[in-house]
């Protein structure tokens, strides 16, 4: 299950609200170990793509540094979809590099007919999608 503060959600459905119609993606790191997500880092997609999102490999490279440095981790790895159900592609799962983090989803289009977004987290190990809860909370 991911738990994350009112406060985050907000701020990772802000920006793919911002970034629409192209797709939107950040992490959001957390001390190490904890696996509680704490501290947002919006990225600039570098593709600049409504299908496709890129993170820029000098501010990735960067972003790990400084989580590094921090003795942070990615807890959450996030992007939005812009047309089309917040669901891992067969692109995301390509590009799941992080065993340990939590996948964000969040369509901005509305495919479900129950609002205008859908926020939904997964994990992504080895190829393979397991949909999990997401729980959130006034503060840790």
Known sequence: MLTLTQDL????VEHARKDHPDEACGVVAGPAGT????????????ARSPTFYEFDSKDLLALYREMD???EEPVIV???HTATEAYPSRTDVTYANEPGAHYVLVSTADTDGLGDFQFRSYRIVDGVITEEEVQVVAAY
């Open 9 to 12: 959600y907000d701020k990772i």
């Open 35 to 46: 696996g509680r997500p704490e501290r947002f880092v919006p990225m600039l997609n570098a």
């Open 69 to 71: 440095d921090r003795d």
């Open 78 to 80: 996030y992007h939005s």
